[in-house]
């Protein structure tokens, strides 16, 4: 290689370098995410269509085996189904008579996500909202249909970094459906799987019981649906228990998400 | 180098860039292992186009740095510096323009990349505490089976439509 190539490629790196440490590169790569992130998305649908083709076979295998499970409790479910069809009713009749009327001060700020990281510990996906979108650190991510993703760790004008319910740094403090106390605190456990930990003693919990989130932090709301408990855990003489958990998201078929941001923070509503 | 050609490389580096970034890791295993940054590193240096090579390192590098969700410390630096040290070796080691040349430098090459991973979360594991991961040999062992794969196939692509690589009687290999 010849000499000028490395001192070329030499101050090149230099020059990077330092303005990488200055912040001096921070424009530039502003101006750059603003140019890519379009292709960015296409890139992501192409990556999500060959994706779900890949794993067709895979998937057949694996609904097969699902059907066969669905098929054997579902004589079960259909006593559980006549019994909360009769509770909603008389969950209907309640409300109408107490006039309730259910106001949200939440909107509902739809994302692609554009990259994920591609280590099984690290659960965490990259979406094209950001501070532009009036996004904050911590405000809850849920997918289309309900289910709790994760919280925003990370934030940039255009993008932002969310850190899933797997992820080995996430904890998130959680309840059981339906009865609303605080439980304990969900940890991420990487390849999918999370434990709820610091359970008391007292605390009711049995396998097949929904998690959902406690709603004691600022940004993320009460019951958002988390996971199945698996297993329970822990000695009675243990102050504490733990349950696994089985999330109820499946991360591989995960497109677009929605970020739960707070009425108040509406672009239109921070701008006057 | 023709203004075309840069324009041409520049294109590439950002297309599988955004492969790297925002294909690969929505694809089931063993797919989601494919990582080719490092595989047309390789294979640009073996087929005697450094240029290309570094302007690849450089865009693909930057793009990593700007999008990526954590863990590439300083891509556009490790992979000129990467390129760098494949484009010694292949001047000055590794003489010999074969399949198993290329895939020599393949596997230096993923493995100096694990160690300079590895090194700086040890480093920013030591200095502020912070619970990164090292990628697992497993993981790295997966990318290196593809890298090998595509890179001996695109090595004997080019070897065979070029013919650049032939030694024939009475001639003499570049």
Same mark, same amino acid.
């Given at each position: 290689? =010849?000499?000028?190539?490395?001192?070329?490629?030499?101050?090149?790196?230099?020059?990077?370098? %330092?303005?990488?440490?200055?912040?001096?590169?921070?424009?530039?790569?502003? $101006?750059?995410?603003?140019?890519?992130?379009?292709? +960015?998305?296409?890139?992501?649908?192409?990556?999500?269509?060959?994706?779900?083709?890949?794993?067709?076979?895979?998937?057949?295998?694996?609904?097969?085996?699902?059907?066969?499970?669905?098929?054997?409790?579902?004589?079960?479910?259909?006593?559980?189904?006549?019994?909360?069809?009769? $509770?909603?009713?008389?969950?209907?009749?309640?409300?109408?008579? /107490?006039?309730?009327?259910?106001?949200?001060?939440?909107?509902?700020?739809?994302?692609?996500?554009?990259?994920?990281?591609?280590?099984?510990?690290? &659960?965490?996906?990259?979406?094209?909202?950001?501070?532009?979108?009036? /996004?904050?650190?911590?405000?809850?991510?849920?997918?289309?249909?309900?289910?709790?993703?994760?919280?925003?760790?990370?934030?940039?004008?255009?993008?932002?970094?969310?850190?899933?319910? =797997?992820?080995? #740094?996430?904890?998130?403090?959680?309840?059981?459906?339906?009865?609303?106390?605080?439980?304990?605190?969900?940890?991420?456990?990487?390849?999918?799987? +999370?434990?709820?930990?610091? !359970?008391? #003693? #007292?605390?009711?919990?049995?396998?097949?019981?929904?998690?959902?989130?406690?709603?004691?932090?600022?940004?993320?709301?009460?019951?958002?649906?988390?996971?199945?408990?698996?297993?329970?855990?822990?000695?009675?003489?243990?102050?504490?228990?733990?349950?696994?958990?089985?999330?109820?998201?499946?991360?591989?078929? @995960?497109?677009?998400? @929605? &970020?739960?941001?707070?009425?108040?923070?509406?672009?239109?509503?921070?701008?006057? | 180098?023709?203004?075309?050609?840069?324009?041409?490389?520049?294109?590439?580096?950002?297309?599988?860039?955004?492969?790297? /970034? =925002?294909?690969?890791?929505?694809?089931?295993?063993?797919?989601?292992?494919?990582?080719?940054?490092?595989?047309?590193?390789?294979?640009?240096?073996?087929?005697?186009?450094?240029?290309?090579?570094?302007? $690849? +390192?450089?865009?693909?590098?930057?793009? $990593?740095?700007?999008?990526?969700?954590?863990?590439?410390?300083?891509?556009?630096?490790?992979?000129?510096?990467?390129?760098?040290?494949?484009?010694? /070796?292949?001047?000055?080691?590794?003489?010999?323009?074969?399949?198993?040349?290329?895939?020599?430098?393949?596997?230096?090459?993923?493995?100096?990349?694990?160690?300079? !991973? =590895?090194?700086?979360?040890?480093?920013? %594991?030591?200095?502020?505490?912070?619970?990164?991961?090292?990628?697992?040999?497993?993981?790295?062992?997966?990318?290196?089976?593809?890298?090998?794969?595509?890179?001996?196939?695109?090595?004997?692509?080019?070897?065979?439509?070029?013919?650049?690589?032939? !030694?024939?009687?009475?001639?003499?290999?570049?």
């Amino acid at each position: 290689m =010849s000499r000028r190539l490395i001192v070329i490629v030499g101050l090149l790196l230099s020059v990077i370098a %330092v303005a990488n440490v200055t912040g001096l590169l921070a424009p530039f790569e502003h $101006l750059s995410r603003a140019i890519m992130i379009p292709i +960015a998305r296409t890139f992501a649908s192409a990556g999500h269509g060959m994706g779900s083709w890949l794993e067709r076979p895979l998937e057949i295998a694996r609904l097969t085996e699902k059907n066969a499970d669905l098929v054997a409790s579902l004589d079960s479910t259909v006593v559980d189904y006549v019994r909360l069809r009769a $509770l909603e009713e008389e969950n209907r009749s309640l409300r109408a008579l /107490l006039a309730f009327e259910e106001e949200s001060d939440y909107d509902f700020v739809p994302a692609r996500i554009i990259s994920r990281s591609s280590d099984e510990r690290r &659960v965490e996906v990259l979406i094209d909202k950001g501070s532009r979108d009036g /996004l904050e650190v911590g405000m809850a991510v849920v997918a289309e249909d309900g289910l709790f993703v994760g919280k925003i760790s990370e934030l940039q004008p255009r993008i932002s970094r969310i850190i899933l319910v =797997s992820d080995e #740094q996430s904890r998130i403090a959680v309840a059981t459906a339906g009865r609303g106390e605080l439980i304990g605190v969900i940890e991420g456990r990487g390849n999918g799987t +999370a434990n709820v930990t610091l !359970i008391p #003693q #007292q605390v009711e919990l049995n396998t097949d019981d929904i998690i959902v989130t406690a709603g004691t932090e600022e940004k993320i709301p009460a019951n958002l649906p988390i996971g199945l408990v698996n297993t329970v855990d822990g000695r009675q003489t243990d102050p504490f228990k733990h349950a696994s958990i089985e999330p109820l998201l499946r991360i591989e078929s @995960l497109n677009l998400v @929605l &970020v739960l941001r707070s009425t108040a923070l509406r672009p239109e509503n921070t701008n006057q | 180098m023709t203004i075309i050609r840069i324009i041409s490389i520049i294109l590439f580096s950002i297309c599988i860039a955004m492969y790297e /970034l =925002s294909v690969a890791p929505f694809l089931p295993a063993p797919w989601n292992s494919f990582h080719p940054i490092l595989g047309v590193l390789v294979l640009l240096v073996a087929i005697e186009k450094p240029n290309s090579a570094f302007i $690849l +390192a450089g865009v693909s590098g930057f793009l $990593l740095d700007v999008f990526s969700t954590g863990g590439t410390f300083f891509a556009v630096g490790r992979y000129l510096l990467l390129t760098m040290m494949m484009v010694t /070796l292949n001047t000055h080691v590794l003489t010999n323009r074969s399949v198993f040349a290329s895939v020599t430098l393949t596997v230096m090459t993923r493995v100096v990349d694990w160690i300079w !991973i =590895s090194t700086a979360t040890l480093i920013i %594991v030591l200095l502020f505490r912070s619970p990164l991961h090292v990628p697992s040999i497993r993981s790295v062992g997966k990318m290196m089976a593809w890298d090998v794969a595509f890179v001996a196939c695109g090595f004997v692509f080019f070897a065979y439509f070029t013919k650049r690589f032939l !030694i024939l009687p009475g001639t003499r290999r570049r």
